[in-house]
């Protein structure tokens, strides 16, 4: 079954990670719940201690993935950032997201795993309180995500 069709989607496999460390920095830094009401790029570069400029740039990067509005040197979410990225959130995805982040050095060294023979990911020689806080932050993505698929799967089932 072929799926790349065209060179486009492959420029888009490309630079698929340049966007996730976008939306990584968004979600470490609560860009979304700076922006839960709209607020200037220049104040809200400021609150992040960011250059003006550099922050206009991250903000176009955002715009194109669809996660916010700049209009009028006002940033604001788009729906699906409200209602996925905002902590407070019923759908709030942002554990998920950053347990993806932590898995991503692993597929950056996906050579060395394979010449080692297995997975790379956590040292033999962990803490117990790391081990713990791995376990917490995984559970607390896992639940994010079942919160969302659990949803789409009632709303497959009619009549439940």
């Known amino acids: 079954m072929e799926k790349i069709k065209s060179f486009q989607q492959l420029e888009d496999i490309a ?5 996730s460390e976008v939306l990584y920095l968004s979600v470490e830094k609560r860009v979304f719940d700076l922006i839960k009401t709209p607020i200037p790029l220049e104040e809200l570069a400021a609150a992040l201690g960011y250059d003006f ?3 206009r740039r991250f903000f176009r990067a955002l715009e194109e993935s669809g996660l916010v509005i700049v209009d009028g040197g006002m940033a604001r979410n788009t729906e699906a950032a409200a209602k996925y990225l905002l902590r407070d959130a019923p759908d709030y995805q942002g554990h998920s997201i950053l347990w993806r982040k932590k898995l991503g050095a692993a597929w950056r060294d996906l050579d060395h795993a394979f010449l080692s023979g297995g997975r790379v990911v956590f040292p033999q020689d962990e803490s117990e309180a790391a081990v713990e806080a791995r376990f917490r ?3 607390f993505a896992m639940d994010d995500i079942a919160r969302c698929k659990a949803d789409e799967i009632v709303a497959l089932c009619p009549g439940l």
């Open 53 to 55: 400029p550099i922050l």
């Open 15 to 19: 630079t698929a990670g340049w966007q």
């Open 137 to 139: 932050a995984y559970s």
